[in-house]
Every structure is written in structure tokens, then in C-alpha cells.
């Protein structure tokens, strides 16, 4: 006696509902199928996949539940499985109300009795609609990275980027050779020279600058040192935050890259210039007259200047 109630008592596991609150309290749909394809259990995350109330389920088969096109791929899947009785597993995508397309894995297995003969046909459906476009996006994002790293390597202006460890996360070749002989026969050793210390293949001032971004977390720092009987422009970038920077390294004995730096620092010159020459007529203040229409002309005249 003590053992029949025992049994019976809410919550353990002889009673027949526990199982069901089991089932329901899992966030994966799972369903149960005879060998007709008729549904004989499913949980809540399975009602909520359906679109449909358990009532509209259990007793009817995948044709009555699913659209044709679904009801088609279950049913066949499920012969499939009958025939070949293992574990099965499969992607495909199911239509939703709105008209979006849900890619799903689904996981099927057979059940047996004590005879050891199939009754019917378990299974559970994994939502994999986010991880799928993670992984486009990966891969879009690894097809630009291999565009980026190419480009990186056929520029003429020297580039390595760093990590906070101070390791080389890349570098072109115009870098190795910006460098010296040294770092330009290692580069042929080491693609890229990726790993190495960066302390080492720098000169101090570039690795300063380097370790001096990445600390602050600044935006951009710029600087001209000489080199290798070079004088070199040195562009540090801050890549990602605190955790990768870069340097674009110019040589600027080159002929073409003198010219085009000149045009560059002297247009900057004249804007500041320009700024510079605003800033004094708003000081003079309203009874200036004549300096003020005397400076803004030759603020027009910049103007002119650079239109032409």
C-alpha cells in the first residue's frame, strides 16, 4: 500500500505527467510519431514552432500539421529512417507566417518496445537561422580579410600591424625592406614576419609611438624620423582599441611621395593660415571695418586659389 501511493504522489517520476511537464520545460521543439507519421506527443516549443495547439497535433498526421512542401520532406525522411534505422540528422528550412525562411537541423531516432520493434519515431528541432548567418557573415568577413592582407602585400608603402603582446600581426614586404637587409631576409623566412616581436624589428622611436597608441587609445599619431640614411613619415593608427595598431610607414626620399607630401603639408599650412586669419577678424570686432573687409579678402583670395 505504502508503495501504490507512493507512486502516485505529484511529481515523481511513475506519474504519467511528469514526463510531459519534462518535455514542456525543454526549449527545443520535440515530437513523437507513430509509424503512420501521426503525432502522438509534442511539447510547448514544438506547439510554438507549429503554430498550432497540441490539440491541432497529437492524433493527426504530418500532412494535417505542416505545409505540403514540409509534409513531403518529413514523410519521406521518416521512411527513410524506418528503413534504415539509426540516428538521423538533417538541414533543412521551414516557411514561417511572416514568409521568412527558418533553417533548422532536425534530429530523429526510432523508438522500440521490449520486443525490440520499432513503434514509432522521436525527434527534436534545432533553430540554426542565426548561426547560419554568422557564418555567411564569417565568411564574407574572411573573404575580406584575404582581399585586405593581398592589397596589404602589393602596396609600395611600408605597413605592420601589432598586438597587444607587442607580435607582429602582419606585415608587407615594403615594410622589410624599409628596415634593412636584416628584417628583409627574415620577411622571406617568416611571411608576413608574423609572431615576431615587433621591438625588435623597429627602430625605438617607432616602437614608442606604437606602445604609446595602444596604451592611450588615441586615434592617430604621426611623426618624421631618419632612418637608414632615410627620412621616413610614420602614420600610427589604432585599429582596435587597446588591442591591435598599425603603422603605414612612408619614405619620403622618394621623388613622387616628396612632391605629393609637399602639396599636402602646404594646403594644410594654408588652411590654418585661413582659419587663422578669421579668427583675427572676429577679434577686431565690429568697428574694424575696413581690416575686417581687408582680411576677408585675402581669405577670398585663398579661396580663389584653391578653386583654380
Same mark, same amino acid.
Given at each position: 500500500?505504502?508503495?501504490?501511493?507512493?507512486?502516485?504522489?505529484?511529481?515523481?517520476?511513475?506519474?504519467?505527467?511528469?514526463?510531459?511537464?519534462?518535455?514542456?520545460?525543454?526549449?527545443?521543439?520535440?515530437?513523437?510519431?507513430?509509424?503512420? !507519421?501521426?503525432?502522438? @506527443?509534442?511539447? #510547448?516549443?514544438?506547439?510554438?514552432? *507549429?503554430?498550432?495547439?497540441? $490539440? +491541432?497535433?497529437? /492524433?493527426?498526421?504530418?500532412?494535417?500539421?505542416?505545409?505540403?512542401?514540409?509534409?513531403?520532406?518529413?514523410?519521406?525522411?521518416?521512411?527513410?529512417?524506418?528503413?534504415?534505422?539509426?540516428?538521423?540528422?538533417?538541414?533543412?528550412?521551414?516557411?514561417?507566417?511572416?514568409?521568412?525562411?527558418?533553417?533548422?537541423?532536425?534530429?530523429?531516432?526510432?523508438?522500440?518496445?521490449?520486443?525490440?520493434?520499432?513503434?514509432?519515431?522521436?525527434?527534436?528541432?534545432?533553430?540554426?537561422?542565426?548561426?547560419?548567418?554568422?557564418?555567411?557573415?564569417?565568411?564574407?568577413?574572411?573573404?575580406?580579410?584575404?582581399?585586405?592582407?593581398?592589397?596589404?602585400?602589393?602596396?609600395?608603402? !611600408?605597413?605592420?600591424? @601589432?598586438?597587444? #603582446?607587442?607580435?607582429?600581426?602582419? *606585415?608587407?614586404?615594403?615594410? $622589410? +625592406?624599409?628596415? /634593412?637587409?636584416?628584417?628583409?631576409?627574415?620577411?622571406?623566412?617568416?611571411?608576413?614576419?608574423?609572431?615576431?616581436?615587433?621591438?625588435?624589428?623597429?627602430?625605438?622611436?617607432?616602437?614608442?609611438?606604437?606602445?604609446?597608441?595602444?596604451?592611450?587609445?588615441?586615434?592617430?599619431?604621426?611623426?618624421?624620423?631618419?632612418?637608414?640614411?632615410?627620412?621616413?613619415?610614420?602614420?600610427?593608427?589604432?585599429?582596435?582599441?587597446?588591442?591591435?595598431?598599425?603603422?603605414?610607414?612612408?619614405?619620403?626620399?622618394?621623388?613622387?611621395?616628396?612632391?605629393?607630401?609637399?602639396?599636402?603639408?602646404?594646403?594644410?599650412?594654408?588652411?590654418?593660415?585661413?582659419?587663422?586669419?578669421?579668427?583675427?577678424?572676429?577679434?577686431?570686432?565690429?568697428?574694424?571695418?575696413?581690416?575686417?573687409?581687408?582680411?576677408?579678402?585675402?581669405?577670398?583670395?585663398?579661396?580663389?586659389?584653391?578653386?583654380?
Amino acid at each position: 500500500m505504502i508503495y501504490d501511493k507512493k507512486s502516485f504522489i505529484p511529481g515523481n517520476m511513475d506519474d504519467p505527467e511528469i514526463y510531459q511537464k519534462i518535455f514542456d520545460a525543454m526549449p527545443i521543439p520535440i515530437f513523437y510519431r507513430d509509424l503512420n !507519421g501521426a503525432y502522438l @506527443m509534442c511539447n #510547448k516549443a514544438h506547439e510554438e514552432f *507549429s503554430g498550432k495547439p497540441a $490539440a +491541432q497535433i497529437i /492524433g493527426r498526421s504530418v500532412f494535417d500539421v505542416h505545409t505540403k512542401q514540409m509534409a513531403d520532406i518529413y514523410f519521406h525522411r521518416d521512411q527513410e529512417l524506418l528503413k534504415n534505422p539509426d540516428v538521423q540528422i538533417y538541414e533543412t528550412q521551414v516557411m514561417q507566417k511572416d514568409g521568412s525562411r527558418m533553417d533548422v537541423v532536425i534530429n530523429k531516432a526510432v523508438i522500440r518496445n521490449n520486443d525490440d520493434e520499432i513503434i514509432g519515431i522521436v525527434g527534436s528541432i534545432n533553430d540554426v537561422t542565426m548561426l547560419k548567418k554568422t557564418e555567411k557573415r564569417l565568411e564574407k568577413a574572411q573573404e575580406s580579410m584575404e582581399i585586405s592582407s593581398h592589397m596589404l602585400h602589393k602596396i609600395n608603402v !611600408g605597413i605592420i600591424m @601589432m598586438d597587444e #603582446k607587442h607580435k607582429v600581426i602582419d *606585415s608587407n614586404e615594403s615594410f $622589410a +625592406q624599409l628596415m /634593412g637587409e636584416e628584417t628583409t631576409e627574415l620577411y622571406e623566412t617568416i611571411p608576413g614576419l608574423k609572431g615576431a616581436d615587433v621591438e625588435v624589428l623597429v627602430p625605438e622611436v617607432i616602437f614608442k609611438m606604437l606602445s604609446s597608441i595602444l596604451s592611450s587609445g588615441e586615434e592617430i599619431l604621426e611623426r618624421d624620423i631618419k632612418y637608414n640614411n632615410r627620412l621616413l613619415h610614420i602614420t600610427i593608427v589604432s585599429l582596435y582599441q587597446y588591442k591591435v595598431v598599425g603603422a603605414v610607414i612612408r619614405d619620403m626620399s622618394a621623388p613622387l611621395l616628396v612632391r605629393d607630401e609637399i602639396i599636402n603639408r602646404a594646403q594644410r599650412i594654408k588652411v590654418q593660415n585661413i582659419e587663422t586669419v578669421q579668427k583675427i577678424a572676429t577679434l577686431l570686432g565690429e568697428n574694424a571695418a575696413e581690416t575686417e573687409e581687408l582680411l576677408n579678402s585675402i581669405i577670398e583670395s585663398h579661396r580663389y586659389d584653391d578653386d583654380q
